[in-house]
């Protein structure tokens, strides 16, 4: 029997439903490649501050941020010229508060830098990127144990700011209540008086905390007097040159 046109058509059409059917299965077996994740650096901190601190044992980085959640430095490496930061979150179980304040952390300094010289500092981690170049301070012996323990201050890369370095319980740091320029190259530091039920653990631990000035005369060979609280006029050098 002879076939209709119609038919004929019919089968032309189921055929190519057949043929599509298989090109899209063939198609579909081919994995399809994911998109690739883009993530950018985060910008660079142009509020990175530095300072030598403890004779040049020590450098503190000044960073904005939450003042109960400051963050802590991994051991500290020379490469390619400038020495490496990692910074980590700090050993606390609180919650962070939400304010933004200049917080120093404590770097300790390898034994190969010369504070003498200028040091790139690059500071990376919990999404943060910095870079600073430290000035070099002439004078500063690391090697130095008459030194330990003692109070000591630095220049920060930012105009009118230093780090104080204090040691003592870590449970119990001082608290600075005024800061003033009381000569041409002197600062005066005054701290506050601690509570007489104040219960501090009896470790001893380096305690750091920037402040800033305004009013002197000089920017170099500067002295702070530290007084009040457990310190009695206790004079130490400003190392380096204020901004």
Known sequence: MARSPLAALGAVLFAGLLLAGCASQTGDATPTEPAEETTS?????PDLGAA???NGRMIGLVTLGSSTCI???EEAVVKDGALQVTLVEPDADEPCTADLVPRVTLVGVPADVDPAQNLPIVVTGLDYRGEVELAGVEGLTPG???TDYLPSAGWATVQGQ???LTWGSSSCAPVISDVAATGPAEVTVTYETPPADQVCTMDMAPRAVVTAVNGLEENSGVEAILTGGEFDNVRIPIYGVNA
Do not use: E, K, S, T
């Open 52 to 54: 030598w601190l403890d």
């Open 71 to 73: 963050p802590q430095a």
């Open 162 to 164: 230093f780090v104080v």
């Open 144 to 146: 130095d144990a008459g």
């Open 41 to 45: 650096a985060p910008d660079l901190d």
